[in-house]
């Protein structure tokens, strides 16, 4: 008894609070700045119900920003192990296991038990999932629930901090290190770190080879390039074969086959499968196709919108560089630069912003292919913003700089205030001499002054940005507070959930993690280096530093910078196997034009459109081509060798398999009245009488911090009274709402 009392004294200390996250499974954001405190109420109460309606417990405390936080848990540990059962046997007849569950629930959850990011899977459905799905239908600033901010589990502080130590001291990470991330961080996560881990130790080669080619042979060497694109071909089927054995290690093999219903999908009628006999939302295949094909005029649109800012840009710098003879010439040079640092940004979230309306409007009907089609869109922008400024350099400005170079006197406008005289802005129009070392220059910032650049932006800038706002926050609540403004969040916190509420109000500022963006900069990395790597044959030395760093960088993030992702499952990259193919399918023609253009001298056809030989520039284009095309079979073939041979056999087996289950019976009947009685009888012991007791027992200091948390409020219609009040204190006045909405 002694031993458990301090037991429970320590792990009340505030201090603690940090390291546990009293049993809570998602947090829900709810905000009403900029609505009645009548709505806000109705709205709420609403969200409460719905909550408890599929069996999900709820607490209530103040928050930020005019809000209050919502705690939410599963209420019963037999309603979880029901709802997991049930996905693993819809995984069995989606032919995802190979093998079925056993019959009886309780033998077969003990012999595979529930891991973290299942858990968490399954209880952010519930919340998530359409009412006649079973779940309570809430969509995050859509809808009828646009006042709800976010949904987010909590960080486990203690994994995270044992998690980078462990992460930061390895050379690479093991198959045992990526288990642990997808059973807390989902399959999503986890096949970007197998991506980046397997993308590291394959760059070892071409970064060892890259540098005795630096050194041996020069740059634009026919070597390095055939080289460089027999490895691009190699890594890329490698890594097919990689994630197709990941996602049978971790039993995700075809689970994008249990695709999750959109709810913004609008369907047009529904009709019933002639196969199956089950109704089916139906839209027409026609009419999104006619909506698809609007990605032709975007990319145009788009490439012609970047193109012409980044050409125009190009020709400015080339100008000043080139032509210009000037004062501030050193200075006026990165002019160029910083037009496209303040309109690139823009533009590109612009037509980001175009692109997922346009994907909007393709209606797509599950969450796996409306993302695909928006990845599709994205790598399009990114495409044209990353690759577009070497080709000007290597493919416009090479050959043609004798043509054009002697034009761009119609720049003379951005110079003019700085020139002498005219002499000074006018390019000869004879003798005029190209920069050799421009697209070696241009390659070595993309490949190393970008990424560093990048790095910093995406992990220190955030991370000193938002330190500061949250001290001016901070500040500016003491003030509000002594000019009697509203009172802080934080002023009725009970003193043992102090220190745990700051930190879920922190969490709940966080920006939400995008494993799209870390992706996407992987796959232009990529190509870079099958594109332009001959240019410059230490590239690969770079990423190979780089992509040790990012890894660490991207876990960094991942636990102290964003909200804690949704354990998503998946069975691939997804896309991005695509845009790497085109990639280095694309490298093989890039490096062999670069070649024949460059090889020799080094200075390519100096300018001199004349010099080059369209017809041998085409046959080595050619050659090229067809010879990758050759060894990307040839190593697909060798690869799938590796396969079992006896598939066809697995899944004929595996179908006569699912037919005797299911002809002697599933028993779900029987798994789902459990469930429900369970449930059911949780909520009748839970009276009056138990619920005072319960609350007199926990806040005497008898039961863990979780318990105390989870008994402060003990019935729904509690839980709405105290969160009636939080919205009544912190909710605008009737006269401040109209004044926001005024402005």
Same mark, same amino acid.
């Given at each position: 008894?002694?031993?458990?009392?301090?037991?429970?004294?320590?792990?009340?200390?505030?201090?603690?609070?940090?390291?546990?996250?009293?049993?809570?499974?998602?947090?829900?954001?709810?905000?009403?700045?900029?609505?009645?405190?009548?709505?806000?109420?109705?709205?709420?109460?609403?969200?409460?119900?719905?909550?408890?309606?599929?069996?999900?417990?709820?607490?209530?405390?103040?928050?930020?920003?005019?809000?209050?936080?919502?705690?939410?848990?599963?209420?019963?540990?037999?309603?979880?192990?029901?709802?997991?059962?049930?996905?693993?046997?819809?995984?069995?007849?989606?032919?995802?296991?190979?093998?079925?569950?056993?019959?009886?629930?309780?033998?077969?959850?003990?012999?595979?038990?529930?891991?973290?990011?299942?858990?968490?899977?399954?209880?952010?459905?519930?919340?998530?999932?359409?009412?006649?799905?079973?779940?309570?239908?809430?969509?995050?600033?859509?809808?009828?629930?646009?006042?709800?901010?976010?949904?987010?589990?909590?960080?486990?502080?203690?994994?995270?901090?044992?998690?980078?130590?462990?992460?930061?001291?390895?050379?690479?990470?093991?198959?045992?290190?990526?288990?642990?991330?997808?059973?807390?961080?989902?399959?999503?996560?986890?096949?970007?770190?197998?991506?980046?881990?397997?993308?590291?130790?394959?760059?070892?080669?071409?970064?060892?080879?890259? &540098?005795? $080619?630096? *050194?041996?042979? /020069?740059? +634009?060497?026919? =070597?390095?390039?055939?080289?460089?694109? !027999?490895?691009?071909? @190699?890594?890329?089927?490698?890594?097919?074969?990689?994630?197709?054995?990941?996602?049978?290690?971790?039993?995700?093999?075809?689970?994008?086959?249990?695709?999750?219903?959109?709810?913004?999908?609008?369907?047009?009628?529904?009709?019933?499968?002639?196969?199956?006999?089950?109704?089916?939302?139906?839209?027409?295949?026609?009419?999104?196709?006619?909506?698809?094909?609007?990605?032709?005029?975007?990319?145009?649109?788009?490439?012609?919108?970047?193109?012409?800012?980044?050409?125009?840009?190009?020709?400015?710098?080339? &100008?000043? $560089?080139? *032509?210009?003879? /000037?004062? +501030?010439?050193? =200075?006026?040079?990165?002019?160029?630069? !910083?037009?496209?640092? @303040?309109?690139?940004?823009?533009?590109?979230?612009?037509?980001?912003?175009?692109?997922?309306?346009?994907?909007?409007?393709?209606?797509?009907?599950?969450?796996?292919?409306?993302?695909?089609?928006?990845?599709?869109?994205?790598?399009?922008?990114?495409?044209?913003?990353?690759?577009?400024?070497?080709?000007?350099?290597?493919?416009?400005?090479?050959?043609?700089?004798?043509?054009?170079?002697?034009?761009?006197?119609?720049?003379?406008?951005?110079?003019?205030?700085?020139?002498?005289?005219?002499?000074?802005?006018?390019?000869?129009?004879?003798?005029?001499?190209?920069?050799?070392?421009?697209?070696?220059?241009?390659?070595?910032?993309?490949?190393?002054?970008?990424?560093?650049?990048?790095?910093?932006?995406?992990?220190?800038?955030?991370?000193?940005?938002?330190?500061?706002?949250?001290?001016?926050?901070?500040?500016?609540?003491?003030?509000?507070?002594?000019?009697?403004?509203?009172?802080?969040?934080?002023?009725?916190?009970?003193?043992?959930?102090?220190?745990?509420?700051?930190?879920?109000?922190?969490?709940?500022?966080?920006?939400?993690?995008?494993?799209?963006?870390?992706?996407?900069?992987?796959?232009?990395?990529?190509?870079?280096?099958?594109?332009?790597?001959?240019?410059?044959?230490?590239?690969?030395?770079?990423?190979?530093?780089?992509?040790?760093?990012?890894?660490?960088?991207?876990?960094?993030?991942?636990?102290?910078?964003?909200?804690?992702?949704?354990?998503?499952?998946?069975?691939?990259?997804?896309?991005?196997?695509?845009?790497?193919?085109?990639?280095?399918?694309?490298?093989?023609?890039?490096?062999?034009?670069?070649?024949?253009?460059?090889?020799?001298?080094?200075?390519?056809?100096?300018?001199?459109?004349?010099?080059?030989?369209?017809?041998?520039?085409?046959?080595?284009?050619?050659?090229?081509?067809?010879?990758?095309?050759?060894?990307?079979?040839?190593?697909?073939?060798?690869?799938?060798?590796?396969?079992?041979?006896?598939?066809?056999?697995?899944?004929?087996?595996?179908?006569?398999?699912?037919?005797?289950?299911?002809?002697?019976?599933?028993?779900?009947?029987?798994?789902?009245?459990?469930?429900?009685?369970?449930?059911?009888?949780?909520?009748?012991?839970?009276?009056?009488?138990?619920?005072?007791?319960?609350?007199?027992?926990?806040?005497?200091?008898?039961?863990?911090?979780?318990?105390?948390?989870?008994?402060?409020?003990?019935?729904?219609?509690?839980?709405?009274?105290?969160?009636?009040?939080?919205?009544?204190?912190?909710?605008?006045?009737?006269?401040?709402?109209?004044?926001?909405?005024?402005?």
């Amino acid at each position: 008894m002694a031993s458990r009392k301090s037991l429970s004294e320590a792990n009340s200390k505030p201090g603690n609070a940090l390291h546990t996250n009293f049993d809570v499974d998602y947090v829900i954001d709810y905000r009403f700045a900029t609505t009645n405190k009548r709505q806000a109420v109705a709205q709420f109460v609403k969200l409460i119900q719905c909550l408890n309606d599929v069996g999900l417990a709820t607490e209530v405390r103040n928050g930020d920003n005019c809000g209050v936080l919502i705690f939410v848990k599963i209420e019963s540990d037999m309603h979880l192990r029901a709802e997991v059962y049930r996905s693993r046997v819809q995984d069995w007849l989606y032919g995802v296991r190979t093998i079925a569950p056993e019959k009886d629930m309780k033998n077969s959850l003990e012999g595979e038990p529930i891991i973290e990011a299942e858990r968490l899977r399954m209880v952010y459905l519930l919340i998530t999932k359409p009412t006649n799905e079973g779940g309570a239908g809430i969509t995050p600033k859509k809808g009828e629930w646009k006042g709800v901010e976010s949904i987010f589990a909590l960080h486990d502080h203690t994994f995270n901090k044992a998690w980078i130590k462990d992460i930061a001291s390895k050379t690479y990470l093991s198959q045992r290190d990526l288990t642990a991330i997808r059973d807390r961080f989902g399959e999503k996560v986890a096949f970007y770190f197998a991506f980046i881990q397997s993308y590291f130790l394959f760059l070892a080669f071409p970064a060892g080879f890259g &540098f005795c $080619s630096w *050194v041996l042979l /020069g740059h +634009f060497s026919p =070597i390095y390039a055939i080289v460089n694109a !027999l490895w691009c071909v @190699v890594f890329v089927e490698y890594w097919k074969k990689q994630e197709t054995d990941l996602a049978i290690q971790w039993g995700v093999r075809g689970v994008s086959k249990i695709q999750h219903k959109r709810p913004d999908f609008k369907y047009e009628t529904v009709v019933k499968d002639p196969i199956t006999g089950e109704d089916v939302k139906f839209y027409s295949p026609v009419k999104r196709l006619s909506r698809q094909l609007l990605q032709v005029p975007f990319a145009i649109i788009a490439a012609f919108i970047l193109g012409s800012l980044i050409a125009t840009c190009f020709s400015i710098e080339v &100008f000043i $560089s080139e *032509v210009y003879d /000037g004062p +501030f010439k050193k =200075i006026l040079v990165f002019l160029p630069t !910083l037009i496209l640092t @303040v309109f690139i940004p823009t533009l590109t979230v612009a037509l980001t912003g175009f692109a997922g309306r346009l994907t909007d409007l393709e209606n797509y009907e599950t969450t796996d292919s409306y993302e695909n089609a928006m990845i599709s869109k994205i790598f399009v922008l990114n495409f044209i913003t990353s690759y577009l400024p070497i080709f000007l350099t290597a493919f416009i400005y090479v050959p043609f700089a004798q043509i054009i170079v002697p034009r761009l006197d119609v720049f003379q406008v951005m110079v003019k205030a700085f020139a002498e005289n005219e002499k000074q802005m006018s390019a000869p129009k004879k003798g005029f001499q190209i920069n050799p070392d421009r697209l070696r220059n241009q390659v070595i910032y993309f490949t190393v002054t970008a990424q560093i650049i990048g790095f910093l932006m995406e992990t220190i800038v955030p991370y000193l940005t938002r330190t500061v706002f949250r001290k001016a926050k901070e500040v500016k609540a003491k003030r509000a507070t002594k000019n009697g403004g509203p009172p802080n969040p934080s002023t009725g916190d009970h003193q043992e959930e102090k220190a745990f509420l700051v930190r879920v109000r922190n969490e709940a500022e966080l920006t939400t993690y995008d494993v799209t963006t870390d992706f996407r900069e992987m796959v232009v990395q990529f190509g870079y280096l099958s594109l332009f790597s001959v240019v410059w044959p230490l590239t690969a030395v770079s990423f190979l530093i780089n992509n040790w760093i990012e890894l660490r960088g991207d876990a960094l993030k991942i636990a102290t910078q964003c909200q804690r992702p949704v354990p998503w499952r998946s069975d691939s990259i997804g896309p991005w196997i695509d845009a790497l193919g085109f990639l280095s399918w694309l490298g093989s023609i890039s490096s062999a034009a670069l070649v024949y253009l460059f090889s020799g001298d080094g200075f390519g056809p100096g300018g001199d459109p004349w010099n080059i030989k369209v017809w041998g520039l085409l046959l080595t284009m050619f050659f090229s081509e067809h010879i990758y095309l050759g060894v990307q079979l040839a190593v697909r073939k060798a690869l799938g060798k590796i396969d079992s041979p006896g598939l066809q056999k697995e899944r004929s087996e595996r179908f006569a398999v699912r037919r005797q289950f299911l002809q002697e019976s599933l028993g779900q009947e029987d798994v789902e009245n459990a469930a429900s009685g369970d449930l059911a009888a949780s909520k009748k012991t839970r009276g009056y009488t138990l619920e005072e007791e319960a609350r007199e027992s926990t806040l005497r200091g008898h039961g863990t911090p979780g318990e105390r948390f989870w008994q402060r409020q003990q019935c729904q219609l509690e839980t709405i009274l105290v969160g009636k009040t939080y919205i009544e204190q912190a909710a605008p006045s009737p006269s401040r709402t109209k004044s926001k909405k005024e402005l």
